[in-house]
């Protein structure tokens, strides 16, 4: 089962200091419905990770991450570009953002609600860049 959450292990490691996702490459991998992702996945598995021509064990680098702070509710909250890969063909429920540049570290797990269909292109959309809706939010 996938549980959509900031996982707990990047909450402990970005107050450690041992994320930093403003310098560190972010990656998102695509997941079946069989993954078991949840608040307590540490890093990175290939374990039910898609399989499908141009798709690479992995996944893509997520671009354009930028934090911001909301000066009226004190919210901090990540946005990066959506995420596309094209030429493929696969069905997936979920997707893990991980940190390739400090040992697959992972940072949050995805749901997408329902299983999705791809092909030929696959776009993650992430929610709009607020205090309220951004995908990742302290």
């Known amino acids: 089962m996938i549980v959509q959450t900031i996982t707990s292990s990047f909450k402990a490691e ?41 798709y690479s064990a992995g996944g893509n680098v997520c671009t354009g991450v930028t934090i911001t702070t909301d000066t009226q509710s004190g919210v901090v909250y990540v946005n990066f570009n959506n995420v596309v890969w094209t030429n493929v063909s696969f069905t997936c429920r979920g997707a893990l953002i991980y940190n390739a540049s400090k040992a697959n570290r992972s940072v949050a797990c995805l749901n ?27």
Not at 31 to 46: H, I, P, R
Not at 120 to 126: H, I, Q, S
């Open 112 to 138: 997408f609600g329902s299983d999705k269909s791809a092909g030929p292109n696959f776009t993650v959309t992430l929610p709009a860049n607020t205090p309220t809706t951004a995908l990742i939010r302290l």
């Open 14 to 54: 970005i107050l450690q200091g041992v994320q930093d996702i403003l310098t560190d490459t972010l990656k998102m991998a695509i997941y079946t419905a069989n993954a078991n992702l949840n608040a307590f996945t540490t890093v990175y598995t290939s374990a039910n990770e898609v399989v499908s021509t141009n």
